[in-house]
């Protein structure tokens, strides 16, 4: 997990989430230990020239080698795509495809994305998790029974994208069209980027990425007829240079958000204004992270400091990077591009505290035995007892 800068979340939050202290304080605990790991770590490489201790196992350090080799000659971009698939997705249709693809080999089997070049494969990996980590959460999603299946298959699908940059998100757009391929009911896939590192020139632009119609390369033939017999579906994607929590309030709700790699534990105070509008707002929600002890710091900063509803996490993403990036900090280990993920919707009902059961006082009886004489019935002695309210005759 990168060592950024902690902020606090103002205490008036805190407890207007009810957020429980004990919670917290083990967080806290455990977050300031990690820090202090990270940075007597950092101060140790930056003795060493800025070198980070320890090595990379050979295979990783061999991938993120050609890779880079890769994307050097080629001239690309970060978040530009070496291949992205052609025609339409038709699950049970060609190939192997039987079903929606649950992970990167059976996307491969149904889209053909070439799987013989490592290097090659991250590469593209790399490009297309944020479009499939986005489907792969709106089917959780359904399958948890935290949303609707008719959400897929309706018109118009609209996901908000928070912290956005534009060398990420927004270079080689045209691979948001892939999620409109993998969720073929949806004629219009509605992307608003929102994020405080986008360029000021893009602020409130608009682009559209749009396939051929419904039929693929047979509408592109029709094209040329200027004759048309489906729709084109087409992604828009906005763009909104701000923080979330300071998007206008007629903002349409969106289906689904996302914050691809969000430091959340880290940078909870400053995300604290934005999870308290999702919360409010009961938007399912999806955040990832890097690595798994980042993923469990998040969650664990949703449950205890916002007392956010987790649905689910964290979990491991199928569709994550496989682009290793070497760990800046720790020279041994690499971390990937939405390894894990999150989601949540609004806020968990609150946890009283249970009170402890009141003992219950003893009974006191006083017995008060009367005696009366004896009365010969039937041959034998018959006593009357009197206890309290309580008859007994022996």
């Known amino acids: 997990m990168a060592c950024r800068v902690q ?63 890769i994307i ?16 339409d997705f038709r699950p049970g249709a060609g190939r192997r495809a039987t079903e929606a693809p649950s992970d990167w080999p059976s996307y491969a089997a149904a889209r053909g994305m070439p799987m013989e070049d490592e290097a090659e494969t991250a590469i593209i990996t790399n490009v297309l998790t944020f479009p499939l980590t986005i489907y792969h959460a709106l089917q959780t999603a359904i399958a948890n029974g935290a949303l609707s299946r008719d959400v897929i298959v309706a018109s118009e699908l609209t996901v908000h994208i928070l912290g956005a940059e534009y060398d990420t998100e927004v270079e080689g757009a045209e691979k948001w069209a892939e999620l409109l391929q993998l969720l073929p009911g949806v004629q219009h896939l509605r992307l608003l980027l929102v994020g405080p590192e986008l360029p000021k020139d893009v602020h409130g632009q608009r682009m559209s990425v749009s396939l051929d119609g419904a039929e693929g390369e047979a509408m592109t033939k029709q094209k040329k007829k200027k004759k048309r017999t489906a729709p084109p579906r087409v992604a828009t994607i906005e763009f909104h240079r701000s923080l979330y ?69 964290p979990s491991t993403n199928p569709f994550r990077s496989g682009f290793p990036n070497p760990d800046p900090i720790f020279g041994d280990r690499a971390y990937y591009v939405n390894s894990f993920f999150t989601l949540f919707r609004g806020t968990a009902a609150p946890q009283r505290p249970s009170k402890p059961a009141k003992a219950k006082p003893k009974r006191v009886v006083v017995r008060k035995v009367v005696k009366r004489k004896a009365t010969d019935v039937g041959g034998q002695q018959a006593k009357r007892v009197k206890t309290g309210s309580v008859k007994k005759t022996a």
């Open 7 to 69: 902020q606090d979340v103002p205490a008036a939050l805190m407890v207007k989430h009810g957020v429980h202290t004990a919670a917290v304080a083990a967080l806290d605990q455990e977050l300031g230990a990690w820090r202090a790991k990270c940075a007597a770590a950092l101060e140790a490489a930056e003795r060493r020239g800025g070198q980070p201790a320890g090595a990379l196992p050979e295979d990783v350090a061999s991938l993120f080698e050609a890779a880079a080799e």
């Open 245 to 313: 929590h300071d998007l206008p309030k007629g903002t349409e709700k969106p289906h689904l958000a996302v914050a691809f790699n969000s430091g959340l534990a880290d940078l909870r105070g400053d995300w604290g204004p934005t999870i308290t509008r999702l919360c409010a707002d009961d938007v399912l929600c999806c955040f990832t992270s890097y690595h798994l002890q980042e993923a469990e710091y998040d969650t664990r900063t949703l449950s205890a400091v916002f007392a956010a509803n987790v649905l689910c996490g």
């Open 72 to 87: 050097q000659k080629n001239e690309l971009s970060r978040g530009e795509p070496i291949w992205l698939p052609e025609g």
